[in-house]
């Protein structure tokens, strides 16, 4: 993977990091791969690999029951997939939580297969009421600390979705 | 066997600072019931998740024992999530669930396959390291103290009879999120 996306993965966990995350959960996305290595390798942040992505939802949520603040990786399909959870701790239980979510299917998209999710994901999120916000580039990486008090005051899951430049760079895409 | 009587048998063996999380259904009827002195977290809907909330409580306090009360249709609705807490491997989680074959709350319908789903078989087989089945109460007992002196994770599935349970009438006197804050508000002063 190139060096643009360790370095723009070593921004975004410092983001995370000043916002007192300490539990992630993750599910990968090709583009989501130095995010995912380098939060493995965060001493800071407890790193919990799951197999659905609803089930990273229901960690976040019992860690941020428990006080403590957390974040869900993961693809948008995955917040496709978690749309009953997702809408049940925003506004049944308000539990705060961050999710990042790389952002498959837009112009930065070569693959077919992935156009759907781009298609649908921003009036999925509207109709769940969950507030959302897009970091077009790593320059905009305070929204990820920003989204995450946002989350807390709120007390409930706020999305930031991460476009391909956001994670990689300019590399080619893969 | 009862599920008021799992439920007893449970509550006669968990330590005075044990959490519990009990995911939906007659599973938590059962252990509200109980009147149990335990902070008690309920953790649906959203129907499935319980034992995922249970882990992400678990990971983060991990001075504290969560033990989660679980019914067989909420864990089959996400069986993933057996690997995903094998994994993850929380000393301070310990699960069991009630096996009623049934989704009793729904309406009573079978789970699909209902009567020959092993649950000990699947969770062995998603990585777990310690895991016990009861069929009636002399084994219950034994088991849930077994799984309560347990270093390590570990997960009891027990047998109980098929009993109506129909949705509660109307709501509590106060919300999910007012439960929520309450039961933050009790584990935060117990620190
Ligand atoms: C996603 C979703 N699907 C269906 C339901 C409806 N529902 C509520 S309780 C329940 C049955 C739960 O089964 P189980 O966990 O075995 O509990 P029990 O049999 O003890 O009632 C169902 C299907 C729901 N709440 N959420």
Request: aromatic residues 20%; proline residues 4%.
């Given at each position: 993977m190139s060096g643009d996306g360790q370095a723009h993965a070593e921004r975004i966990v410092g983001a995370l990091l000043r916002a007192g995350v300490e539990i992630a959960a993750s599910l990968p996305d090709s583009w989501l791969s130095p995010l995912i290595e380098r939060i493995s390798n965060e001493p800071k942040i407890r790193h919990i690999r799951v197999t659905r992505e609803d089930d990273g939802a229901g960690v976040c949520a019992g860690a941020s029951l428990g006080g403590k603040r957390a974040v869900l990786v993961c693809q948008n399909a995955g917040l496709l997939l978690s749309a009953n959870a997702l809408a049940g701790y925003a506004h049944h239980h308000q539990l705060p939580f961050l999710v990042l979510a790389v952002y498959r299917g837009?112009?930065?998209?070569?693959?077919?297969?992935?156009m759907y999710k781009g298609l649908v994901t921003e009036p999925v999120l509207d109709a769940l009421r969950i507030p959302f916000h897009v970091v077009?580039?790593?320059?905009?990486?305070?929204i990820v600390e920003e989204a995450a008090r946002e989350a807390s005051l709120a007390r409930r899951p706020v999305v930031v979705l991460l476009r391909r430049a956001a994670l990689l760079g300019d590399a080619k895409a893969s | 066997m009862r599920r008021s009587v799992a439920a007893r048998l449970m509550r006669e063996r968990l330590a005075p600072s044990d959490v519990v999380v009990c995911g939906l259904g007659s599973t938590a009827r059962a252990w509200r019931e109980q009147n149990a002195p335990h902070p008690t977290y309920?953790?649906?809907?959203?129907?499935?998740?319980a034992p995922a909330l249970a882990l992400g409580l678990a990971l983060a306090r991990p001075d504290r024992r969560i033990v989660l009360l679980e019914g067989d249709g909420d864990l089959a609705m996400n069986l993933g999530v057996l690997i995903t807490i094998a994994g993850a491997a929380p000393a301070n989680l310990r699960v069991a669930v009630f096996i009623n074959d049934r989704y009793e709350t729904g309406g009573g319908q079978p789970l699909p396959n209902a009567g020959r789903i092993s649950y000990v078989t699947l969770a062995a087989g998603a990585g777990w390291p310690w895991t016990g089945e009861a069929h009636d109460e002399a084994q219950a007992a034994r088991l849930f103290a077994a799984l309560l002196e347990l270093p390590q994770l570990g997960l009891v599935a027990v047998h109980v009879d098929a009993e109506e349970s129909p949705y509660p009438p109307g709501p509590g006197p106060t919300s999910q999120a007012e439960d929520r804050a309450l039961f933050q508000r009790r584990l935060s002063d117990e620190r």
């Open positions: 837009s112009y930065e998209d070569r693959f077919y297969y992935q077009d580039r790593i320059e905009d990486v305070a | 309920y953790a649906s809907d959203p129907m499935g998740m």
